[in-house]
């Protein structure tokens, strides 16, 4: 699969890696999904995505008309099943604590479908 292929990508994790990547695929053109388990966790990756956002206006890296779009390319969920339908590509920002990751990966492993 080649990278202009992708085009809508899940991350799972939203804590201190998740906004960071959620944005840049967003910004990318990617449509977005944003997974955690704790509203939370989602409601402060918002935050960060839209401060990180800020920033990049501010030190002229963006154009603040690109933010609008750019975060509507980003949802957020507490729902595996929604965060993975039918992703092209997924990436795991969870902590790295054995238990969870192992709990994630089972919950994930249904719904992931295998690449060519």
């Given at each position: ?70 975060l ?20 795991k ?8 990751r ?15």
């Amino acid at each position: 699969m080649k990278p202009e292929e992708v085009k809508k990508v899940a991350i799972f994790g939203a804590g201190t890696m998740g906004p960071g990547l959620a944005q840049v695929f967003a910004t990318a053109g990617h449509d977005v999904t944003m997974y955690s388990r704790k509203a939370e966790t989602i409601e402060k990756a918002v935050r960060v995505a839209k401060a990180n956002l800020a920033t990049f206006v501010q030190q002229d890296m963006l154009r603040e008309s690109d933010v609008p779009a750019i975060l509507a390319r980003i949802t957020t969920t507490r729902s595996v099943e929604e965060a993975l339908p039918k992703p092209i590509l997924s990436s795991k920002a969870s902590p790295r604590r054995w238990m969870r990751r192992r709990r994630c990966t089972r919950s994930l492993t249904p719904s992931a479908r295998r690449g060519p």
